[in-house]
C-alpha cells in the first residue's frame, strides 16, 4: 500500500502532523512518500500518481490553504484534465492557532478539490470527550470533514498532545481504509 501525503508547511506545524501520521502509517506497513509541495519536482508528482491514496495537508491562513497550498492546488489542472486521480483515496489536514480558526474552510476547499479531481473523500471519525467518556482529547474541536489540529507554542511539540493521538487514530483509519478500497 502507497500512500502520500502533500502538505505544506510555514512554522512547522503542519509538518509535525504530517510526520506524526506518516509515522503511524509506516508503522501499520504502508509505505509513505511526504510531499512538501513548496518543493515539487517530478519525482513527486510520480509520488502522487502512484499512491493509492493522497492526503491534503495545510495550515489555515486566513481562513484558506496556504498560498503555497494552492498554487500546488492550481498547478495540478493538467491531472485534473487526464483524471488520473480519479478514485484515489483523498483526506484532509489542517492546523491552525485557533481552536476553530476558520479550519473547517480550509477542509472544505481541499473536498472541493478533491471533488474536483474524481477522488473518494474520507473525514475524521473519532469522537471526543464529552460525548464519548474516556476520549478526552480526541477530536477536541469535533471536526469531521478532516483531521484538524491546534498549534502551540511549545516548538518540540507543535501541535496538542490530544491532536497528536487523534492523527494516530486517523492515520490508522485511513490505512484500514485504503487496504479495504484496495481490496
Not at 502520500?4 to 510526520?19: D, K
Not at 512518500?33 to 489555515?60: G, S
Amino acid at each position: 500500500m502507497r500512500i502520500a501525503i502533500a502538505f505544506h508547511s510555514g512554522s512547522g506545524h503542519t509538518r509535525r502532523l504530517t510526520e506524526i501520521v506518516a509515522a503511524e502509517l509506516t508503522a501499520l506497513g504502508a509505505a509513505v512518500d511526504c510531499v512538501d509541495v513548496e518543493q515539487m519536482a517530478e519525482p513527486d508528482w510520480q509520488a502522487l500518481a502512484a499512491a493509492e491514496a493522497i492526503v491534503f495537508a495545510a495550515p489555515t491562513y486566513m481562513g484558506s490553504v496556504s498560498a503555497p497550498f494552492k498554487a500546488f492546488m492550481d498547478e495540478s489542472s493538467e491531472i485534473w484534465s487526464d483524471g488520473l486521480w480519479a478514485d484515489k483515496i483523498a483526506a484532509g489536514m489542517t492546523v491552525a492557532t485557533f481552536p476553530s480558526g476558520d479550519k473547517l474552510s480550509t477542509l472544505i476547499q481541499m473536498v472541493v478539490f478533491a471533488a474536483q479531481h474524481g477522488m473518494i473523500w474520507l473525514g475524521q471519525s473519532e469522537i471526543g470527550a464529552p460525548a464519548a467518556p474516556g476520549n478526552d482529547g480526541i477530536d477536541e474541536d469535533g471536526f469531521s470533514l478532516g483531521l484538524a489540529a491546534t498549534s502551540v507554542r511549545d516548538k518540540t511539540r507543535m501541535i496538542r498532545p490530544g491532536d497528536e493521538l487523534t492523527a494516530k487514530r486517523f492515520a490508522a483509519r485511513l490505512h484500514a481504509t485504503v487496504r479495504r478500497w484496495a481490496g
